[in-house]
């Protein structure tokens, strides 16, 4: 990712002071959470807390956070809780400190667990999540109507494989232009991006989409294409290809037929070609 991103690396538990190498740390449950280190007796809680929220009330705007997951600190979830820093009796699962700090006060960006991120469907969204925030935080910085029409038209498809209803309100929103001014008009239409992206596609609804886009070629294409194009689509919906191979067609189409409204849809494209990886651990398809 590293020609197309630019990284803000940090430790959370270097920077409170822990060292590389360290004694383990872990969190111990109770009435209330607390981030112990047992070989010292130390409690960190507090001193991780400041340092969270310091850092991210001074971190300029970003698009999301990549965090390795499960340590105390970083996991987002499934990080083990014990009974106490003498017990190794794991009592419960949570998210790391460092991470709740993030939840709480970015929970709309992409953010993601590098080891989650073997799998094929969350790595697809987290990078289209990514792509696409970035795109919108450019239209921030232009501050116009112009750019956030635009914005909103190239994304229609991507937009209506998330949620179509979602869609709709944010179209209602780009639409009174002339009575909100551009601030109002963002204030309205972030959240609606925000919960628009909060999981991945469904494959029923990159079918719909991808219907909708053939639609557009309806009187130039063969009856054997169109029903080629119909068996594809029922193969993807049993998972006998990837969507890619939809896409691809699509993608002919396109450029058969040139297409300047489709040419410009990122759901062909939502981030660098460079960044697409095939493989897939096969490890939860279903998360969302």
């Known amino acids: 990712m590293s020609p197309f ?14 060292g590389v190498p360290r004694e383990v740390i872990r969190i111990v449950g109770g009435a209330e959470e ?12 507090a001193s991780m807390n400041q340092f969270s929220k310091e850092f991210l009330n001074h971190l300029p705007d970003v698009d999301g956070f990549l965090l390795k997951n499960r340590p105390p600190t970083c996991g987002m979830q499934d990080v083990k809780v014990y009974q106490s820093a003498e017990h190794s009796q794991v009592v419960g699962k949570t998210s790391g400190f460092f991470a709740k700090e993030i939840l709480r006060h970015h929970s709309g960006l992409a953010i993601e667990e590098e080891g989650r991120l073997k799998n094929y469907t969350l790595r697809h969204h987290f990078l289209t999540k990514l792509f696409t925030l970035a795109e919108f935080r450019y239209v921030k910085e232009e501050s116009t109507v112009k750019a956030l029409q635009k914005f909103h038209a190239a994304n229609k498809y991507l937009f209506m494989a998330y949620h179509p209803g979602i869609l709709k309100e ?10 909100l001014p551009f601030d109002e008009m963002i204030k309205e ?3 609606l991006l925000h919960n628009l992206m909060c999981g991945p596609a469904k494959p029923g609804a990159h079918v719909n989409v991808c219907q909708h886009i053939a639609g557009y070629f309806k009187k130039e294409l063969s009856k054997e294409e169109k029903d080629g194009f119909a068996i594809l689509l029922e193969q993807y919906k049993e998972e006998k290809v990837p969507l890619s191979a939809v896409i691809s067609v699509l993608n002919s189409w396109v450029a058969r037929f040139q297409s300047e409204y489709l040419q410009s849809q990122t759901y062909f494209q939502p981030y660098p070609l460079e960044l697409v990886e095939i493989s897939d651990s096969g490890k939860g398809r279903a998360y969302s």
């Open 34 to 45: 607390q981030l112990v280190q047992p070989k010292t007796g130390e409690i960190l809680t």
């Open 5 to 18: 991103v630019e990284f803000i690396p940090i430790c959370p538990e270097v920077e409170i002071g822990l």
């Open 170 to 179: 944010m179209g209602r929103t780009v639409a009174i232009h002339g009575h």
């Open 189 to 191: 239409y972030e959240p």
